[in-house]
């Protein structure tokens, strides 16, 4: 999902619908467009940058716009399926996937709607364009055409002669923002920092909800049909975002950026427990102390990297509070037919809090009886802290690379936080050992800043990635899972085929495809499993495959033909696996930029336009 803004106001809005979606690039996109009203409609499109949209704007003046950054998902990215997709003087951007809209498509063209997109957010032009011949309003009408919607979206749109915008949301974020003043006006987008620059109070749209823009208010109705209150229902918030947070500064890209913001964003995230000798369960929300309380196991909710999270947190949780944890994919979860166990703790992990999988898991956990929710989240405001009865939040800041990292390590260091706490309340923890784990948490900050200084010799061993088609991540233990997120983050970034495997694995089949042009990864830290790793990498040694293997300083592995070593400068017990996934966030970062692939975005885009930005070295 890429990004939308939408302006009405006093005064000219064209210059903050382009600052908005430039705010939005780090997304990534293929294609830009605007709408605008003067007061007829002028529609602008571009598969080039938001630079050259706006060269094209050049001039325009309007009180009234929608703009869109596309990352097509139904038909190619090209001028004719960039947004805005327009109806008869009405246009609509849209972010997300409508589900039916074959067969919406198929209704509209008997009814005499002629398509010009192959984009499913055509539909949601047509349908609206549809229903104002029965519902004049615009309002009203895009309430009812959004209800035949399947899918998930955030929209905008506006109307020739109108005077307001009309934005909807459902499965996808969408925000207000309120001006300020005379000619303040207000505002909608996908994402606060398309915002700051105008105002920095913001109303945070609820699944469901259709709202109207106008110069001087909105209004806001809900999923049920009924209007809700500002801010009695949908409170505003002031947005602490800083412009330190969005902006790059000194980096190359936000990727490289988040993963040196790592160290402060895990003191923020434990600032709370300060100089805490003990925990309280009170940390996780005023119902802590009931809802952790003799819990007799733990569910986990997740997709992509913070499953990989919830993967870690299992071997905390069950080796230091001796409850027995599940992990589950979101998306499997929540379509599967499982076996509800009313008194387990379901922890739901995400970033942003408004994963739609995830969202949707808590909600058939709930559905089959399981009240006891806690969400792990970096945002406050976000739907699925809003869903879940605790709440942890990750205090990383924004997010904005594609790829995660800090929001990561935050999040491990709030489940080990629970694993600790959970411990606690089973009475399985001496409050010499929970003294121990709370110092080992508050010295994680420089632990990991020792790591980062590793980046110069890892850049080096990435050069030799870039050349490759595949690799293997090897992990025992916790960091198995760190093994697979080190994989994740190599396919995702560099787009280099990766897997990871427990170590133990190798034997029972991808040793096969082991050789000299398959690269593996070892995660190798001085643990009880270094000696049976160590028999893994002399399989792969044996078949002249190249190891590269992150060690702890006093990890008993050495360095020969065919094995390089990288030691990191200290052991870090329980929490080695927050230590070790950082050079494996720098090792794709730096294949990524070998190889010429864009970090700032994901899933498969080979984008030039990387060159563009120009590259300020750190
Ligand atoms: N599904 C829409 C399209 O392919 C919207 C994609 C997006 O979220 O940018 O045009």
């Not at 309003?137 to 919607?149: D, G, K, N, Q, S």
């Not at 006093?554 to 329980?574: C, F, I, N, T, W």
């Amino acid at each position: 999902m890429c990004g939308i803004v939408a302006a009405v106001s006093g005064f000219n809005v064209v210059p903050v619908l382009i600052e908005g979606l430039r705010k939005l690039e780090y997304r990534g996109y293929d294609s830009a467009g605007l709408a605008l009203l003067n007061p007829t409609l002028t529609r602008l499109r571009s598969v080039g940058r938001v630079a050259e949209l706006a060269a094209q704007a050049e001039g325009q003046v309007a009180h009234h716009g929608i703009a869109h950054t596309r990352w097509a998902t139904h038909g190619v990215p090209s001028e004719r399926n960039a947004h805005p997709h327009v109806s008869a003087g009405l246009a609509v951007v849209h972010n997300g996937i409508i589900e039916n809209y074959a067969e919406l498509k198929q209704a509209l063209m008997a009814d005499g709607y002629v398509f010009t997109s192959d984009t499913d957010t055509e539909v949601i032009a047509h349908l609206i364009q549809q229903t104002l011949k029965s519902t004049p309003e615009l309002f009203a009408a895009v309430r009812i055409a959004t209800a035949r919607l399947v899918g998930a979206y955030a929209i905008a749109v506006l109307r020739e002669w109108d005077d307001c915008i009309v934005v909807a949301r459902h499965g996808a974020p969408l925000l207000l923002g309120l001006g300020e003043g005379e000619n303040g006006g207000n505002y909608a987008a996908s994402d606060a920092s398309a915002l700051l620059q105008v105002t920095r109070r913001m109303i945070y749209l609820e699944d469901g909800d259709v709202a109207e823009l106008r110069r001087d208010g909105i209004r806001i109705v809900g999923a049920d049909g009924t209007a809700a209150n500002v801010p009695a229902d949908r409170p505003v918030h002031q947005s602490t975002l800083s412009a330190n947070d969005v902006e790059l500064g000194d980096y190359r890209h936000y990727m490289q950026k988040e993963i040196f913001e790592q160290p402060q964003a895990l003191a923020a995230t434990l600032e709370m427990i300060g100089g805490a000798q003990a925990l309280t369960p009170n940390l996780f929300g005023v119902a802590g102390p009931q809802m952790l309380h003799d819990v007799p196991s733990v569910l986990i909710l997740a997709c992509g990297t913070s499953y990989h999270a919830g993967l870690v947190a299992r071997y905390w949780i069950e080796q230091l509070a001796g409850i027995a944890c599940k992990v589950e994919i979101a998306s499997e979860y929540r379509y599967r037919v499982s076996v509800p166990n009313p008194q387990q703790l379901v922890v739901a992990i995400s970033q942003s809090g408004e994963t739609a999988d995830t969202l949707a898991s808590v909600k058939h956990a709930k559905a089959l009886g399981m009240g006891r929710t806690l969400a792990i989240c970096n945002v406050a405001e976000s739907a699925i802290v809003r869903e879940c009865a605790l709440r942890f939040l990750t205090r990383a800041g924004p997010e904005i690379g594609v790829a995660s990292t800090k929001a990561f390590t935050t999040q491990l260091a709030a489940l080990f936080l629970l694993a600790v706490t959970l411990a606690k309340q089973s009475g399985r923890l001496t409050p010499e050992q929970e003294a121990g784990h709370l110092a080992a948490l508050r010295h994680l900050p420089v632990a990991v800043q020792k790591v980062l200084a590793l980046e110069p010799r890892i850049q080096a061993w990435a050069a030799r990635f870039a050349d490759k088609q595949h690799a293997l991540f090897l992990g025992r233990g916790p960091h198995y899972p760190i093994a697979l997120e080190g994989a994740l983050k190599l396919k995702e970034i560099s787009y280099i085929h990766a897997e990871g495997y427990p170590a133990g694995e190798l034997k029972h089949g991808p040793l096969a495809l082991v050789d000299k042009d398959m690269p593996v990864v070892s995660v190798a830290p001085n643990d009880a499993l270094l000696e049976k790793l160590k028999s893994n990498l002399k399989e792969v040694a044996a078949r002249g495959g190249e190891l590269y293997v992150f060690a702890d300083a006093d990890s008993a592995v050495d360095e020969e033909a065919g094995v390089h070593v990288l030691r990191l400068p200290e052991h870090y017990g329980l929490l080695s696996p927050v230590l070790h996934v950082v050079p494996l966030q720098l090792l794709s970062y730096h294949a990524a930029l070998v190889k010429g692939t864009d970090p700032s975005t994901s899933s498969g885009r080979t984008i030039s336009y990387l060159k563009k930005f120009a590259p300020v070295g750190r």
